[in-house]
T-cell receptor, first 105, second 114 residues
């Protein structure tokens, strides 16, 4: 059961904010976030462990609500380099279908 | 340090053939996991090996198999290829078991089945 990510695609102007959501039908013990640029390998952003902690990476942060089995990725003041497809992954290495983010100048 | 290396990068096979893909993890990493990536399905987990033992397996038919050697290098094999097996196959390595920390992905092996 793949986590469901929403939205499927986002288009932003530089400097705008975005939120990507990841929802699982099964219990989550941790959530991983990765970004994949076109033609490149996915790159690790962060891992969130049970406990609702929030982590950050540059201007990208995330939250994890294990009771709701959801995680959200927050991209603040987006930059051109943020463009790519974002995947959430569960502790069972099951990844969501991805959210394509495009940032334009 | 060197990253995850996958070979071959590109290959073309015909239906019914078999293929073997190789993955060399980052030095010192003991876990290797494999994924199939297609435009419609995203990243699909195939299996994970840790210290030569298969720890987890995704929902793929038995035609997909893998193994890990004592030096942590891993291979995956797909037998009796089908058109639907055309995909980018990614492997990832991690220091500990894959679900506990950062995965380092290789650039993938792009398989086309004709």
């Amino acid at each position: 059961q793949q986590p469901v990510q929403s939205p499927q695609a986002v288009i932003l102007r530089e400097g705008e904010d975005a939120v990507i959501n990841c929802s699982s039908s099964k219990a989550l013990y941790s959530v991983h976030w990765y970004r994949q640029k076109h033609g490149e390998a996915p790159v690790f952003l962060m891992i969130l462990l049970k406990g609702g902690e929030q982590k950050g990476h540059e201007k990208i942060s995330a939250s994890f609500n294990e009771k709701k089995q959801q995680s959200s990725l927050y991209l603040t003041a987006s930059q051109l380099s943020y463009s790519g497809t974002y995947f959430c992954g569960t502790d069972k290495l099951i990844f969501g279908t991805g959210t394509r983010l495009q940032v334009f100048p | 340090k060197a990253g995850v290396t996958q070979t071959p990068r590109y290959l073309i096979k015909t239906r019914g053939q078999q293929v073997t893909l190789s993955c060399s993890p980052i030095s010192g990493h003991r876990s290797v996991s494999w994924y199939q990536q297609t435009p419609g399905q995203g990243l699909q987990f195939l299996f994970e090996y840790f210290s030569e033992t298969q720890r987890n397996k995704g929902n793929f038919p038995g035609r997909f198999s893998g193994r890990q050697f004592s030096n942590s290098r891993s291979e995956m094999n797909v037998s009796t290829l089908e058109l639907g097996d055309s995909a980018l196959y990614l492997c990832a390595s991690s220091l500990l078991q894959s679900n506990t920390g950062e995965l380092f992905f290789g650039e993938g092996s792009r398989l086309t089945v004709l």
